[in-house]
């Protein structure tokens, strides 16, 4: 026979109050119930561990020894599955969140805030990477997930949205196309241009842009930073085109953002984790807050 849990509670509620008929009270179980289980659990052992009498039952030398570690067994496994529970319940865990640094500095701190606010017993790590490590770090396990723009042909991942984010132009307010309601991709040919470098997807996307308005351009300046981009643009140097969640970091500076059209080139900002492992409770919930922040944040979300 194997000795299941039912076993061990029986042994240790008949041990705690020396007494059948308390111990099934206790338990919940008829006697007979009780008194087989315990029958089996000797049986299975080889040995007594209990000496009955017609006024109490006394533990032997061997049930003594045998409560001190089944007590343990039993307390770890009410430990782990109130652990997990509470996982289930969202009182306690980790999130492990890898994304760009535009990402990890414009929307995920408010995130982390407002998830706070409702889940205070979760910890939530960030850590801020190149968009190209951030894969790896999902799929070696060493995140729990990230967040940004990827590749279709990244293996290894699921993806689940989060926003849609397209590109703008952002000028300093005293710019024209600060009065307008948005700006064309043509009418770039008239501007100093400010781009960020070849290593970035957005250069990519911005020339594929430039190229659907007709356009040949040289950059202005090329950075490789969206807050360096931001301040070339508010000391007046030119204009830059950018994603749309970069206008929470243009709140500290004086440009504004302005939808760039004909054409209007989108993108996909998705919360990745790695292929055949399940979403926990505590990321589920954080994508969510995630969600929510951007649309607060981005306008058109």
């Given at each position: 026979m194997k000795i299941a849990i039912r076993h061990l509670e029986a042994f240790l509620a008949v041990a705690s109050h020396g007494n059948f008929s308390t111990a099934a009270r206790h338990l919940d179980i008829a006697q007979p119930v009780l008194s087989q289980a315990v029958k089996d659990l000797e049986a299975a052992l080889g040995l007594r561990l209990f000496d009955r009498t017609t006024r109490r039952v006394e533990l032997t030398a061997a049930g003594r020894e045998f409560q001190g570690s089944t007590s343990k067994i039993v307390e770890d496994l009410e430990h782990a599955v109130q652990n997990v529970r509470d996982l289930a319940a969202r009182r306690r865990g980790r999130v492990r969140i890898a994304a760009p640094p535009l990402l990890a500095s414009?929307?995920?701190?408010?995130?982390?805030?407002?998830?706070?606010?409702?889940?205070?017993?979760?910890?939530?790590?960030?850590?801020?990477?190149?968009?190209?490590?951030?894969?790896?770090?999902?799929?070696?396990?060493?995140?729990?997930?990230?967040?940004?723009?990827?590749?279709?042909?990244?293996?290894?991942?699921?993806?689940?949205?989060?926003?849609?984010?397209?590109?703008?132009?952002?000028?300093?307010?005293?710019?024209?196309?600060?009065?307008?309601?948005?700006?064309?991709?043509?009418?770039?040919?008239?501007?100093?241009?400010?781009?960020?470098?070849?290593?970035?997807?957005?250069?990519?996307?911005?020339?594929?842009?430039?190229?659907?308005?007709?356009?040949?351009?040289?950059?202005?300046?090329?950075?490789?930073?969206?807050?360096?981009?931001?301040?070339?643009?508010?000391?007046?140097?030119?204009?830059?085109?950018?994603?749309?969640?970069?206008?929470?970091?243009?709140?500290?500076?004086?440009?504004?953002?302005?939808?760039?059209?004909?054409?209007?080139?989108?993108?996909?900002?998705?919360?990745?984790?790695?292929?055949g492992r399940s979403i926990s409770p505590a990321v589920a919930s954080f994508s969510r807050v995630l969600c929510n922040c951007a649309q607060q944040l981005i306008p058109g979300q």
């Open positions: 414009a929307i995920v701190p408010r995130a982390i805030t407002n998830f706070r606010c409702d889940f205070p017993g979760i910890v939530v790590e960030l850590t801020d990477v190149g968009t190209e490590q951030i894969v790896q770090t999902v799929v070696s396990g060493a995140v729990d997930c990230g967040i940004g723009t990827f590749s279709p042909s990244e293996e290894g991942i699921e993806r689940t949205l989060l926003f849609r984010d397209s590109l703008i132009l952002f000028c300093r307010k005293q710019h024209p196309a600060a009065a307008g309601p948005m700006f064309r991709w043509r009418d770039l040919g008239d501007e100093d241009v400010i781009m960020l470098t070849r290593a970035s997807g957005i250069r990519l996307l911005t020339e594929v842009g430039i190229e659907a308005a007709g356009l040949s351009i040289k950059p202005a300046f090329e950075v490789s930073l969206v807050s360096t981009a931001l301040a070339l643009v508010e000391a007046g140097l030119g204009i830059a085109v950018l994603p749309s969640y970069a206008l929470a970091a243009a709140r500290h500076h004086a440009v504004v953002g302005k939808p760039l059209v004909e054409p209007v080139i989108s993108r996909d900002v998705v919360l990745i984790r790695a292929s």
